[in-house]
C-alpha cells in the first residue's frame, strides 16, 4: 500500500532528479572554455568594460553590454568578443566577431543566467593578446532550474 | 516563419558610425529544461547570426544556449556606400531567417 511516505519519497526523488539534471559548469569547465579560446596567451584585465547589473530579478533576460576600448582601425581592431558565466550549465554565453566594417567594438544582449555568480567578457585583439573585464551579479530568480513547465 | 525586427537608421552621411540593433523570435530552448514527467525537452537555439554590409561581413555572432529567448544583438558598422544589409539566422532544426535592409548614404 502507498504510504503518505512512499509519496513524499517518490516527489522528493523527482524534485532532486530535476535539480541535477541542470548540472552547473565546473570551475574545469569554465577553464577549458576560456583556454579553447584564449589558448595559452595571458589574459591581463583592462580595455574591456562589461555592463550587467549587480541585482538582477530574473535570470531569464538579463541586459548586458560589453565594450573594448579600441581605435577599430585595421592594424589595431578587436577580432573578437567572448563571454563566460562560470555557474550556467555551460559555461559559454556568446562569442561575437567584428569585421573589417565593425566601427566599434560594442554588442549589447540579452543572457541567461542560472546563478548568482561572476560573468567575464574576453576580447581578443589583432596584435593578439586577450583582455578581461568581470561582474558579480546575485540572481534572485534563476533561468533554467525554477522554470519547469 | 520567425519574424526579425531591424532597427537602423535608413539613411546616413558616409563615414558615419550606424547603430543597428537586431531582434529574431525563437524560444531558445536551452536542452537543459525538463517537463514535469520529467522528460528532457531538446535543444533548439539560434546558433549563429551574421551581418553582410554589400556582402562584407561586418560582423558575426555564434549563440549559445545562455542567450535569453527572441535574441537581441545590437553593434555598429560605419555607413561607407548606399545599399543592402543582410542578416541572417540559423539554428537548430533547420531554423534560418534572412531579412535585409537598404542604406542610403549621402
Same mark, same amino acid.
Given at each position: 500500500?502507498?504510504?503518505?511516505?512512499?509519496? @513524499?519519497?517518490?516527489?522528493?526523488?523527482?524534485? &532532486?532528479?530535476?535539480?541535477?539534471?541542470?548540472?552547473?559548469?565546473?570551475?574545469?569547465?569554465?577553464?577549458? +572554455?576560456?583556454?579553447?579560446?584564449?589558448?595559452?596567451?595571458?589574459?591581463?584585465?583592462? @580595455?574591456?568594460?562589461?555592463?550587467? +547589473?549587480? @541585482?538582477?530579478?530574473?535570470?531569464?533576460?538579463?541586459?548586458? /553590454?560589453? /565594450?573594448?576600448?579600441?581605435?577599430?582601425?585595421?592594424?589595431?581592431?578587436?577580432? +573578437?568578443?567572448?563571454? &563566460?558565466?562560470?555557474?550556467?550549465?555551460?559555461?559559454?554565453?556568446?562569442?561575437?566577431? &567584428?569585421?573589417?566594417?565593425?566601427?566599434?567594438?560594442?554588442?549589447?544582449?540579452?543572457?541567461?543566467?542560472?546563478?548568482?555568480? /561572476?560573468?567575464?567578457?574576453? +576580447?581578443?585583439?589583432?596584435?593578439?593578446? &586577450?583582455?578581461?573585464?568581470?561582474?558579480?551579479?546575485?540572481? /534572485? @530568480?534563476?533561468?533554467?532550474?525554477?522554470?519547469?513547465? | 516563419?520567425?519574424?526579425?525586427?531591424?532597427?537602423?537608421?535608413?539613411?546616413?552621411?558616409?563615414?558615419?558610425?550606424?547603430?543597428? *540593433?537586431?531582434? #529574431?523570435? $525563437?524560444?531558445?530552448?536551452?536542452?537543459?529544461?525538463?517537463?514535469?514527467?520529467?522528460?528532457?525537452?531538446?535543444?533548439?537555439?539560434?546558433?549563429?547570426? #551574421?551581418? !553582410?554590409?554589400?556582402?562584407?561581413?561586418?560582423?558575426?555572432?555564434?549563440? $549559445?544556449?545562455?542567450? !535569453?529567448?527572441?535574441?537581441?544583438?545590437?553593434?555598429?558598422?560605419?555607413?561607407?556606400?548606399?545599399?543592402?544589409?543582410?542578416? *541572417?539566422?540559423?539554428?537548430?532544426?533547420?531554423?534560418?531567417?534572412?531579412?535585409?535592409? *537598404?542604406?542610403?548614404?549621402?
Amino acid at each position: 500500500m502507498k504510504s503518505r511516505r512512499d509519496f @513524499l519519497l517518490a516527489a522528493g526523488s523527482i524534485v &532532486f532528479a530535476s535539480v541535477a539534471a541542470g548540472a552547473r559548469a565546473t570551475p574545469a569547465a569554465m577553464h577549458e +572554455a576560456v583556454r579553447k579560446v584564449a589558448g595559452d596567451a595571458e589574459i591581463r584585465r583592462g @580595455l574591456v568594460k562589461l555592463q550587467i +547589473a549587480p @541585482l538582477i530579478d530574473n535570470g531569464n533576460a538579463v541586459p548586458l /553590454t560589453v /565594450t573594448v576600448d579600441s581605435p577599430m582601425t585595421p592594424d589595431n581592431r578587436v577580432r +573578437a568578443i567572448h563571454v &563566460f558565466a562560470e555557474k550556467n550549465p555551460l559555461p559559454n554565453v556568446l562569442s561575437v566577431y &567584428f569585421g573589417a566594417r565593425a566601427a566599434r567594438a560594442r554588442v549589447v544582449t540579452r543572457i541567461r543566467l542560472a546563478d548568482s555568480q /561572476t560573468v567575464t567578457a574576453i +576580447a581578443e585583439l589583432s596584435d593578439g593578446s &586577450f583582455w578581461s573585464d568581470a561582474g558579480d551579479v546575485v540572481v /534572485t @530568480l534563476s533561468a533554467c532550474l525554477e522554470d519547469i513547465v | 516563419m520567425a519574424r526579425a525586427v531591424i532597427r537602423l537608421p535608413s539613411t546616413a552621411r558616409r563615414g558615419e558610425i550606424i547603430e543597428i *540593433t537586431t531582434l #529574431v523570435q $525563437h524560444p531558445m530552448e536551452t536542452g537543459f529544461r525538463r517537463t514535469q514527467l520529467g522528460e528532457a525537452i531538446p535543444r533548439n537555439i539560434v546558433r549563429s547570426f #551574421v551581418c !553582410a554590409y554589400n556582402g562584407e561581413e561586418v560582423f558575426r555572432a555564434t549563440l $549559445h544556449p545562455a542567450i !535569453a529567448a527572441n535574441p537581441l544583438l545590437t553593434f555598429s558598422t560605419v555607413a561607407t556606400e548606399s545599399g543592402t544589409i543582410t542578416f *541572417t539566422w540559423s539554428g537548430d532544426n533547420g531554423f534560418s531567417v534572412t531579412q535585409s535592409a *537598404t542604406i542610403t548614404v549621402t
